[in-house]
């Protein structure tokens, strides 16, 4: 595929981003919808990518940038949810697949059904968890939905593999057993990542410099992932370790370095996402032409499509709503050993929706060989091309475009979750407060050799009154958030300030144009009205949330 186009799909999706969230509406849904669309154009080339290009450059900096926000902490605390929605829920949903495909598709066997089990098992909770934090979810769902998306696509690429292996006749490691290929997967994914954050880790901590400490940061995720599939394992698990263990260790590196690498990767995340749901778009028309010039019927390919659709939207909301009565059942017989349960039935149900699925059905279903190891066609390849299709756009428009709907009809929303977070706000304040009281202290009472006790001590009050008038403001802006009252008045203040802020830059500008300021004068300056103007829409966007 000429590179040319690539670039300019990517500059139409950026376009069609951008009027899409002015109107408020689910960009991934309008993208999908209007590269369906594009795809007809008379003379449009078909966007073609390798499969192993999909999974070894758009999943890993999606996977390590989502890995490096997650807290550890976090995925501990949820971590049975995660891995009974992560492995159980995508195994449940492939063979529920595999059996009523096998049944109902003549061309396909029982291994290839599983292998299109393994195909549309995996979700992708990008523009679930999007929507979620816009319409105010509990934290714990939003955690458990984007800890589900690190996980499930290990488990079912590591099936895909067993399954095309048993398949095709060929052998995907030195064992016959899936138990201990599982193992291995998960086993040497893990270790690959791990060794390698840490090794990146400590180079970053002597650099110093924040554009090659970005840069070596970048360079992570696509090295374990293509590290751990070398072996054989898990390239999935390996971004993911890689990223939980660098998010944890990110308090090491300097201010400008997480700045930087928040810009970054926050760039990052919306490109690729913005290309992956165009792309899957794009593809309508290419894969009706595939199924024809196969001497496939079109409309019965399509069918079968939109039947396998239905029962991967049904089983995963029949798995975990399955789980909260077994739950509820337990526990009024008072055989429930686990405790309070972590959610509501609501919050199951929003949990049981969240089942969209992404480009790794599409890059999975164009990975799975043209031919058997005797050299016969794979059975049924061209219809689980469709079908692969069917479900990724169904689940995005049918699942993606109700999800808002669903969240507002059972207003999930907690208000114990908000008091909780003002509380160790809070407590996080008063931590900070206590210790620079104490290092005041301790500065006053042990001056620096050479320095003057007066001198010392009238620099302290000034950096003193300088904390003491932040916090000031910090507690007369958490009075706005509270205060309606007060919340109309800090959101024109902050609108003020920004005018003046775009003053400042204006007035600094037509100097250096006129030459009575040097350009390199005027950049120092800006970096610091920049930094101002990045609190004030910090203030704004947190408001928002």
């Keep these: 595929m000429n590179g040319t186009w690539i670039l300019l799909v990517v500059i139409a999706a950026i376009a069609v981003t951008g009027l899409a969230n002015r109107s408020n509406l689910q960009a991934p849904l ?26 070894g450059v758009v999943l890993p900096p999606l996977l390590y940038s989502a890995a490096l926000r997650f807290s550890v902490a976090t995925f501990r605390r949820h971590l049975t949810p995660i891995l009974r929605l992560g492995i159980f829920t995508v195994l449940a949903t492939a063979f529920a697949v595999a059996l009523s495909a096998s049944w109902l598709v003549p061309e396909l066997t029982l291994g290839a059904a599983l292998v299109l089990g393994a195909v549309v098992a995996p979700t992708d909770a990008v523009s679930a968890v999007a929507v979620g934090r816009k319409l105010g979810l509990p934290k714990r769902v939003i955690a458990v939905l984007t800890g589900e998306g690190l996980v499930n696509d290990a488990t079912a690429l590591t099936l895909f593999a067993v399954a095309v292996s048993a398949v095709a006749g060929t052998r995907v490691f030195a064992t016959d057993s899936p138990v201990a290929f599982f193992g291995y997967e998960v086993i040497g994914g893990v270790a690959i990542g791990l060794l390698l954050a840490t090794v990146v ?105 939109f039947a396998i659709l239905g029962v991967v939207i049904a089983v995963r909301p029949l798995w975990v709503l399955l789980h909260w009565a077994r739950r509820r059942l337990t526990r009024s017989i008072g055989l429930d050993r686990l405790g309070r349960d972590q959610f509501s039935g609501r919050e ?174 005027l950049r120092t300056v800006l970096e610091g009205l920049d930094i101002e103007e990045a609190a004030a829409e910090e203030r704004i966007n947190r408001r928002r949330r």
């Design 201 to 305: 880790h400590l180079i970053r901590s002597r650099m110093y410099d924040s554009p090659l400490e970005t840069v070596l940061g970048l360079v992570l995720p696509f090295t374990a992932y293509l590290a751990a599939e070398e072996i054989g394992a898990s390239g999935v698990l390996a971004v993911v370790a890689a990223g939980l263990y660098m998010g944890h260790r990110a308090t090491d590196a300097s201010v400008a370095t997480r700045i930087q690498e928040r810009a970054v990767w926050e760039s990052l995340d919306i490109l690729l996402e913005m290309f992956v749901f165009a792309y899957m778009g794009l593809q309508l028309k290419f894969v009706i032409d595939e199924v024809r010039d196969n001497g496939l019927d079109v409309h019965v390919a399509f069918l079968y499509g």
């Design 30 to 55: 309008v993208l999908v919808t209007i590269g369906s669309l594009a795809s007809f154009i008379p003379g449009m080339p078909r966007l073609e990518l390798h499969p192993h290009v999909i999974l």
């Design 348 to 521: 199951y149900l929003v949990i049981s929706w969240a089942g969209m699925r992404g480009v790794v059905t599409l890059a999975a279903a164009g990975g799975i060989p043209f031919v058997l190891a005797s050299g016969e066609p794979f059975p049924g390849r061209e219809i689980v091309q469709v079908i692969a299709f069917v479900v990724a756009v169904g689940t995005l428009l049918i699942q993606g475009a109700t999800m808002p709907a669903l969240i507002r009809a059972l207003n999930v929303a907690d208000p114990y979750e908000r008091l909780y977070t003002e509380e160790q706000l809070e407590l996080a304040r008063a931590i900070s407060t206590t210790a620079a009281q104490q290092h005041l202290a301790e500065l006053g009472a042990n001056p620096p050799a050479g320095v003057d006790a007066d001198d010392l001590q009238r620099i302290l009050d000034r950096v003193n009154r300088s904390m003491q008038a932040r916090a000031e403001a910090q507690q007369v802006e958490d009075a706005g958030e509270r205060d309606p009252s007060v919340l109309q008045a800090a959101a024109l203040f902050e609108t003020l300030r920004r005018s003046v802020l775009r003053a400042q830059r204006q007035a600094l500008i037509a100097a250096r144009d006129d030459g009575d300021l040097d350009d390199e004068t």
